[in-house]
T-cell receptor
Framework: KAGVTQTPRYLIKTRGQQVTLSCSPI?????VSWYQQTPGQGLQFLFE???????NKGNFPGRFSGRQFSNSRSEMNVSTLELGDSALYLC?????????????FGDGTRLSIL | GEDVEQSLFLSVREGDSSVINCTYT??????LYWYKQEPGAGLQLLTY?????DMKQDQRLTVLLNKKDKHLSLRIADTQTGDSAIYFC??????????FGSGTKLNVKP
């Protein structure tokens, strides 16, 4: 089975721009979560989608948004980029939201803001 | 349920055992997880334990859970240089919320 695929692997943007990151979950997985990883803050939860609906949301400003398509692929969008948005963005998928469904992570998208 | 604490660094010699510790605060945790992150990669799920278990063994990995003290540990037997990575402990609350520790960087010296 192919793992979680995130594209692109690396991105360089400037302040004020917007960016869209993509995540393809493991085949058959319907839940996709997004995390931001930085050296100072560690791994912070952004949001989770299940069956095209946002189920949970972390404490991030409205500039961070996401969506999920009917094939479970997900995109994350960040508008009006700030220097502090530089981070590794990780996507994780799991089969469902039942009790023994661990998350499986992709290799992330490294976003650098100049 | 958001405080998951880990020590930042651990250094061991190849062939020794490594023990990585984690404490959490939410007693309603359902599952506890250990992930490994190598440079430039995402988090790889190593193992997980249900909160009503005390111990789980999987080849060189042993997970111990002390629910009373809210303490979780990961023991790696016969540590190899390829085990050098950052190890994250995580808890899930009500199956739907996941909280991660800040990670422990394991350095294995040859």
């Amino acid at each position: 089975k192919a793992g979680v695929t995130q594209t692109p692997r690396y991105l360089i943007k400037t302040r004020g721009q917007q960016v869209t990151l993509s995540c393809s979950p493991i085949s058959g997985h319907r839940s996709v979560s997004w995390y931001q990883q930085t050296p100072g803050q560690g791994l912070q939860f952004l949001f989770e989608y299940f069956s095209e609906t946002q189920r949970n949301k972390g404490n991030f400003p409205g500039r961070f948004s996401g969506r999920q398509f009917s094939n479970s692929r997900s995109e994350m969008n960040v508008s009006t980029l700030e220097l502090g948005d530089s981070a590794l963005y990780l996507c994780a998928s799991r089969a469902g939201t039942e009790f023994n469904q661990p998350q499986h992570f992709g290799d992330g998208t490294r976003l650098s803001i100049l | 349920g958001e405080d998951v604490e880990q020590s930042l660094f651990l250094s061991v010699r190849e062939g020794d055992s490594s023990v990585i510790n984690c404490t959490y605060t939410d007693s309603s945790s359902t599952y506890l997880y250990w992930y490994k992150q190598e440079p430039g990669a995402g988090l790889q799920l190593l193992t997980y334990i249900f909160s009503n278990m005390d111990m789980k063994q999987d080849q060189r990995l042993t997970v111990l859970l002390n629910k009373k003290d809210k303490h979780l540990s990961l023991r790696i037997a016969d540590t190899q240089t390829g085990d050098s990575a950052i190890y994250f402990c995580a808890e899930s609350i009500d199956f739907n919320k996941f909280y991660f520790g800040s990670g422990t960087k394991l350095n294995v010296k040859p």
